[in-house]
């Protein structure tokens, strides 16, 4: 990330309203996705150790996003943003409001409305969001709960999902030619499995071996990273026999991660181009669970997750190489 991008809060009471400006380093069109998807809202919409979890979005005018921010003790906080103007990759506005499990507004607590804009240039994106409130107690109350504390960190987690998932990839692999990788989430001990099957399978890890999440560097702007964490793997690339790649991270409940037995494994097939990346998409997914759309993603890949119809988890991934 780079340091110099703007970001700036302030508050104006005279207006009850709240102004965020924050800078991407990314194209318009990936940010708007970031804001706009389901998949990827539930990435980073979250002051760690808070997750948000949607139940369902209709992104479309007069529909609804209901997602619940939920607690490391399994707390739970429900709201609703209800769509009421939408210009494609440049503006939308919403009603936020919250809610109890049932989606019945919540009188107690304010709600505000958000005008968010987009504008992109030379590669980077400013959005600039207006979020005002009705009356000036409900601003101050809005306030005192710690919007500017928990949304400017829901924006940094946006930052470091960008560099901990994707950007080692991008950097160990430095070509376009087709290959096929396996990808694993451990609960915190991927560090050991692979020094196992180091030595099973008598290769060297790739690129720059075993990265750490304490590896990531202050300079990049980054919130810091839990302490507890900061040792924890986060990536690295091992081959094993015929041309094949393991790829693993840790994947630590303090940052939002949820491991099961059975989601914590996916064929990872990087084709050479675009259109053979659509074609294995749509004919591998077909009878199965489509759990993030193949689009341009905001880390500079086309990119889609699925369950095949015999369960089977998959991820597509064509990534430009410039």
Not at 107 to 131: A, C, H, M
Not at 147 to 155: A, M, R, S, V, W
Not at 200 to 216: M, N, P, Q
Request: charged share 25%; with cysteine.
């Amino acid at each position: 990330m780079n340091n110099n991008l703007l970001f700036d809060f302030t508050v104006d009471k005279s207006i009850n309203t709240v102004f965020v400006k924050r800078e991407f380093a990314a194209d318009r069109s990936l940010v708007w996705d970031a804001f706009t998807q389901q998949e990827i809202l539930d990435r980073w919409w979250g002051p760690k150790p808070w997750v948000s979890k949607t139940k369902y979005m209709n992104f479309e005018v007069g529909g609804r996003r209901f997602y619940a921010m939920v607690g490391p003790e399994g707390q739970e906080h429900w709201s609703i943003q209800e769509f009421t103007s939408i210009s494609p990759t440049t503006n939308f506005k919403m009603l936020s409001a919250f809610t109890d499990k049932d989606e019945n507004i919540n009188t107690e607590w304010p709600g505000s409305d958000w005008d968010l804009n987009f504008s992109g240039q030379n590669g980077t994106t400013t959005v600039s969001i207006e979020i005002k409130h009705k009356t000036l107690a409900d601003f101050e109350q809005h306030i005192q709960m710690g919007f500017k504390e928990g949304f400017t960190k829901c924006l940094e987690n946006l930052d470091q999902y960008i560099e901990a998932q994707f950007k080692l990839r991008q950097q160990n692999k430095i070509n376009n030619k087709a290959r096929v990788t396996t990808y694993l989430n451990f609960p915190g001990n991927t560090e050991e499995a692979f020094l196992f099957y180091k030595s099973v399978f008598k290769t060297e890890f790739l690129g720059k071996g075993i990265e750490r999440f304490g590896d990531i560097p202050e300079t990049a702007g980054h919130p810091p990273v839990a302490d507890e964490i900061k040792k924890m793997v986060l990536h690295v690339e091992l081959p094993i026999k015929g041309n094949h790649i393991l790829m693993a991270t840790d994947a630590p409940k303090e940052m939002g991660f949820t491991l099961t037995q059975g989601n914590n494994m996916h064929i990872c097939i990087e084709p050479e181009t675009r259109e053979e990346a659509k074609r294995i998409f749509d004919e591998l997914s077909e009878g199965g669970n489509i759990t993030m759309p193949l689009q341009d993603m905001f880390f500079g890949a086309y990119f889609g997750e699925f369950s095949d119809k015999f369960g089977i988890n998959w991820m597509i991934n064509f990534q430009n190489k410039n």
